[in-house]
């Protein structure tokens, strides 16, 4: 018998690959983290993923995928494997650019949209360990 060794979705290629080329798949995916409906997500369109830098000694930061949905709001989706000890704050780092990026220079407040920020983990998040099966968390 052969065996065959298969990509883990959790390895960030293998899931921009397979959530960026379908639509579809990545709307359901959304829909089961909001506890959503499928098919609740009438509209969606990928959005970039890169943020240049505010300053000129700033940090720019790339996303594994941004998506718009019809009612205004911004999803991020990060997939992360291998244990970073200020996960939190990264995440906390890229929903607050996802937030005021959009913002424009004369634009009011209100009108800024909600952020659905999905961390997909790859490792225990309280000890650092690798941990086989994938753990999400995030902030409502």
């Not at 921009?16 to 798949?25: A, N, P, Q, T």
């Not at 959304?30 to 000129?56: M, Q």
């Not at 720019?60 to 709001?73: F, I, K, Y």
């Not at 996960?87 to 424009?104: I, N």
Request: charged share 25%; net charge positive; with cysteine.
């Amino acid at each position: 018998m052969h065996s065959i060794t298969l990509a883990l979705p959790t390895v960030d290629c293998i899931f921009k690959g397979l959530f960026s080329e379908v639509i579809d798949l990545l709307a359901d995916l959304i829909c089961s983290f909001e506890d959503w409906p499928v098919g609740h997500i009438k509209k969606l369109t990928y959005a970039n993923t890169e943020y240049a830098k505010k300053r000129k000694d700033g940090k720019s930061c790339r996303m594994d995928l941004v998506a718009d949905l019809q009612t205004g709001e911004r999803v991020i989706i990060e997939v992360q494997s291998g244990q970073q000890i200020y996960y939190r704050k990264k995440a906390l780092y890229y929903a607050a650019l996802a937030y005021t990026g959009p913002l424009d220079k004369n634009a009011n407040y209100s009108t800024l949209k909600k952020v659905i920020s999905i961390h997909i983990l790859n490792f225990n998040k309280s000890r650092g360990i690798l941990h086989p099966k994938c753990v999400t968390f995030g902030w409502r």
